[in-house]
């Protein structure tokens, strides 16, 4: 793309259409729909008729130039759909939204946040069939995880709008809550993106909510929540309701072993609110983390709930506690099935693991029934000195799992050994850029091979030329 916004402005008088048409034949087919859909974008959201009517017909051309690429069909039909949702055209608003949900489906990464616009949209004004589609839209996106106050806040909303046109007044409240709490505890999620994720009610939602919440007594919904209420209607409250009875079972048993481990914690004389609280705070002085090594490290082999050796290991995670605790957290490790502990477990061997910890390392790594969790190992094995861990990454370097973590392993290694193989991957030809990225993919894993390969050549460049490249 040029440096001009010939393609990011809003003008559609015959010179700008004659300037977008020059420079759309001069870009590369891959992203001319691209471009075609961030001027539509400009176009729709212009006070002119006649522009949105030109946004309109551009999106349809991106539908019929670009049939074959699911990335620039499912953008065109959410820009449609939203701009159909705006112009109060909820029918062909439904249209687009279902067609860009199936373009999402067939692609399987592409996400334009659909299954919650068409979900709010159907509570609006569907009925019937409609209302029980969206319940289903709403359960399914709940169960895959809502991760900021943005996306809870519209899940609570449809919700409680939902439960209201069904005449469930008792559940309306309760959501209805929940998304005042949600609003109430909103902050930011993102540390360089602060008003990312954040809630922004459109407006009379937060009145529409306080009315559905004093409606009726939320109780009367679900009789678990007496069950489960712990002072407040908060999202917390709706993942338990959600969770099976094995869920809160486990979650009971981490409750009652994590209270053993912090009531010893505090009783060596550390304060400490929760393990939670420990496993994500860094240990002051050293003689704190004496202590907490001396009730941690035996909690570590005893504890059966997976969630509390998890956040032991993440707790253990010091510099300054490798000594003592590096052994007993590769062991445990080992023994490990595939999950969230093993991953945090893993997280802590890349930064505790170095020279001394080389062969269990390397029998770990070679070994493929720890799968993908072995490359936070690579992250330790970069820091190792001794040749032979040089002679792992290059060795890896061929397996289908585990060759990306091995490269990105060499090119903090900085090894002169590795600068042959580093030539030869660097010089590889790119494949043809694509519109969407799987990091699985063949295609896409060749083409990021070669571009590590080269920056890789460039530190050890750079390494060398100081003095600091290894043999």
Same mark, same amino acid.
């Given at each position: 793309?040029?440096?001009?916004?010939?393609?990011?402005?809003?003008?559609?008088?015959?010179?700008?259409?004659?300037?977008?048409?020059?420079?759309?034949?001069?870009?590369?087919?891959?992203?001319?729909?691209?471009?075609?859909?961030?001027?539509?974008?400009?176009?729709?959201?212009?006070?002119?008729?006649?522009?949105?009517?030109?946004?309109?017909?551009?999106?349809?051309?991106?539908?019929?130039?670009?049939?074959?690429?699911?990335?620039?069909?499912?953008?065109?039909?959410?820009?449609?759909?939203?701009?159909?949702?705006?112009?109060?055209?909820?029918?062909?608003?439904?249209?687009?939204?279902?067609?860009?949900?199936?373009?999402?489906?067939?692609?399987?990464?592409?996400?334009?946040?659909?299954?919650?616009?068409? *979900? +709010?949209?159907?509570? !609006?004004? #569907?009925?019937?069939? /409609?209302?029980?589609? %969206? =319940? $289903? &839209?709403?359960?399914?996106?709940?169960?895959?995880?809502?991760?900021?106050?943005?996306?809870?806040?519209?899940?609570?909303?449809?919700?409680?709008?939902?439960?209201?046109?069904?005449?469930?007044?008792?559940?309306?409240?309760?959501?209805?809550?929940?998304?005042?709490?949600?609003?109430?505890?909103?902050?930011?999620?993102?540390?360089?993106?602060?008003?990312?994720?954040?809630?922004?009610?459109?407006?009379?939602?937060?009145?529409?909510?306080?009315?559905?919440?004093?409606?009726?007594?939320?109780?009367?919904?679900?009789?678990?929540?007496?069950?489960?209420?712990?002072?407040?209607?908060?999202?917390?409250?709706?993942?338990?309701?959600?969770?099976?009875?094995?869920?809160?079972?486990?979650? *009971? +048993?981490?409750?009652? !072993?994590? #209270?053993?481990?912090? /009531?010893?914690?505090? %009783? =060596? $004389? &550390?304060?400490?609110?929760?393990?939670?609280?420990?496993?994500?705070?860094?240990?002051?002085?050293?003689?704190?983390?004496?202590?907490?090594?001396?009730?941690?490290?035996?909690?570590?082999?005893?504890?059966?709930?997976?969630?509390?050796?998890?956040?032991?290991?993440?707790?253990?995670?010091?510099?300054?506690?490798?000594?003592?605790?590096?052994?007993?957290?590769?062991?445990?490790?080992?023994?490990?099935?595939?999950?969230?502990?093993?991953?945090?477990?893993?997280?802590?061997?890349?930064?505790?693991?170095?020279?001394?910890?080389?062969?269990?390392?390397?029998?770990?790594?070679?070994?493929?029934?720890?799968?993908?969790?072995?490359?936070?190992?690579?992250?330790?094995?970069?820091?190792?000195?001794?040749?032979?861990?040089?002679?792992?990454?290059?060795?890896?370097?061929?397996?289908?799992?585990?060759?990306?973590?091995?490269?990105?392993?060499?090119?903090?290694?900085?090894?002169?050994?590795?600068?042959?193989?580093?030539?030869?991957?660097?010089?590889?030809?790119?494949?043809?850029?694509?519109?969407?990225?799987?990091?699985?993919?063949?295609?896409?894993?060749?083409?990021?091979?070669?571009?590590?390969?080269?920056?890789?050549?460039?530190?050890?460049?750079?390494?060398?030329?100081?003095?600091?490249?290894?043999?």
């Amino acid at each position: 793309m040029g440096r001009d916004d010939w393609y990011r402005t809003s003008r559609w008088d015959p010179p700008a259409r004659a300037a977008f048409e020059r420079g759309l034949a001069r870009e590369k087919p891959e992203e001319r729909g691209e471009v075609m859909r961030i001027k539509a974008t400009m176009l729709l959201h212009s006070r002119v008729p006649g522009r949105q009517k030109a946004g309109v017909a551009l999106l349809h051309r991106v539908l019929e130039e670009q049939a074959g690429d699911a990335f620039d069909v499912a953008g065109a039909h959410a820009a449609l759909a939203e701009h159909h949702e705006r112009a109060g055209r909820p029918q062909q608003a439904l249209v687009h939204h279902r067609a860009a949900r199936a373009a999402e489906q067939a692609d399987g990464v592409i996400s334009h946040d659909t299954e919650m616009k068409l *979900a +709010a949209l159907l509570v !609006e004004v #569907g009925d019937g069939a /409609d209302l029980d589609e %969206a =319940a $289903g &839209l709403l359960t399914a996106r709940f169960a895959e995880g809502l991760i900021d106050g943005d996306e809870q806040w519209r899940c609570c909303v449809a919700r409680a709008r939902l439960a209201a046109r069904q005449g469930a007044a008792p559940e309306a409240a309760l959501y209805a809550r929940v998304a005042l709490w949600v609003r109430a505890s909103d902050g930011p999620v993102y540390a360089h993106h602060e008003g990312v994720g954040r809630v922004a009610p459109a407006p009379g939602e937060v009145r529409e909510m306080k009315r559905l919440a004093g409606a009726a007594d939320p109780r009367a919904s679900d009789p678990r929540i007496a069950e489960h209420w712990r002072g407040e209607y908060d999202w917390a409250l709706l993942e338990r309701l959600a969770a099976t009875p094995e869920e809160l079972a486990a979650e *009971a +048993a981490f409750e009652r !072993e994590a #209270g053993r481990v912090v /009531d010893e914690l505090r %009783a =060596a $004389g &550390l304060a400490v609110g929760d393990l939670h609280e420990l496993a994500a705070r860094t240990f002051g002085p050293a003689a704190d983390l004496r202590r907490a090594e001396a009730v941690l490290l035996p909690w570590l082999g005893r504890a059966e709930s997976p969630l509390v050796k998890g956040l032991i290991a993440e707790a253990l995670a010091d510099t300054r506690a490798r000594k003592r605790a590096t052994g007993p957290l590769l062991e445990l490790f080992a023994g490990l099935p595939d999950g969230d502990v093993k991953e945090s477990v893993a997280r802590a061997l890349s930064t505790l693991a170095r020279d001394e910890h080389l062969g269990a390392l390397a029998e770990l790594i070679r070994d493929p029934v720890h799968g993908r969790y072995r490359d936070y190992l690579f992250w330790a094995l970069a820091y190792c000195k001794r040749p032979e861990a040089v002679d792992l990454a290059l060795e890896m370097l061929d397996d289908p799992e585990m060759g990306m973590p091995a490269l990105y392993a060499l090119s903090d290694m900085k090894s002169e050994r590795a600068r042959p193989v580093l030539e030869r991957l660097a010089a590889a030809p790119l494949p043809p850029r694509r519109r969407t990225r799987d990091p699985e993919d063949p295609h896409d894993l060749r083409g990021t091979r070669v571009k590590v390969a080269k920056r890789a050549l460039e530190k050890l460049d750079k390494a060398r030329a100081g003095g600091r490249a290894r043999p």
